[in-house]
């Protein structure tokens, strides 16, 4: 009785055994499955992404003459043309693969293209993608929020710039510059009219980064400010 009962519980147990040993087999394989799916995209996504830094790097001339040894690799009539078809290139990488880091760094380059084609409201829609895609307290969220800023002030957005330059600028502990971005909102206070708030930021840039790139222009804007 006692042997019989001792059978029944190591078959129930070695049962047990098996379907875990199943599961446990079955979530391997499937990680394994899953690992080299992910590295297939990011390797898809890179290379789209080299083709479009190729592009955007691209020679600007006329093409070689006939019977010269050509550099290899595209070239263009004139920088708009070569900012165009990078455009297009970014844009593919972007919306194929717009999860990946390859995908965030292209749509941060398209953003940036459509700056350089004086689009500054194409612009920061895009840099905001980058955003919602990546979150904001990201390395890639607050280069694209800073690049928001940018555009807006670009628009003729002052007001919502300025919102965007003081919250970064409050940032000391992120990746981001806060020198170069309080140089950026004393600026944009300026061309906003509000005088006392450029003066403001760019006395604190001069007081708080003495050993600053931006001071010496800060410093030649408060001079400016206070000969006016």
Do not use: C
Request: proline content about 5%; cysteine-free; charged content about 25%.
């Amino acid at each position: 009785m006692l042997a019989r009962q001792a059978r029944q519980t190591f078959e129930e147990r070695r049962r047990e055994t098996l379907a875990v040993i199943a599961i446990v087999a079955v979530v391997a394989i499937a990680a394994i499955g899953y690992y080299g799916w992910r590295q297939r995209v990011q390797a898809k996504a890179h290379t789209l992404l080299a083709e479009a830094l190729a592009v955007r790097d691209a020679r600007i001339g006329p093409p070689p003459a006939p019977g010269t040894p050509s550099t290899g690799g595209p070239s263009f009539a004139t920088e708009r043309e070569r900012a165009q078809a990078g455009l297009t290139k970014f844009k593919v990488v972007a919306d194929a693969y717009p999860s990946t880091d390859a995908g965030l760094y292209a749509r941060y380059q398209q953003a940036a293209t459509y700056m350089s084609l004086d689009n500054p409201t194409q612009a920061a829609a895009t840099y905001q993608q980058v955003v919602d895609r990546a979150g904001s307290n990201s390395i890639y969220g607050q280069m694209a929020r800073l690049g928001v800023a940018e555009a807006q002030a670009r628009a003729g957005q002052y007001d919502q710039a300025i919102s965007t330059f003081k919250e970064l600028s409050m940032r000391k502990d992120g990746p981001l510059p806060v020198d170069g971005i309080l140089m950026q909102l004393g600026r944009t206070y300026l061309v906003a009219g509000k005088r006392a708030d450029a003066q403001q930021t760019f006395n604190r840039l001069v007081e708080e980064f003495p050993e600053s790139p931006y001071t010496s222009d800060a410093r030649r804007e408060l001079e400016n400010l206070r000969k006016t």
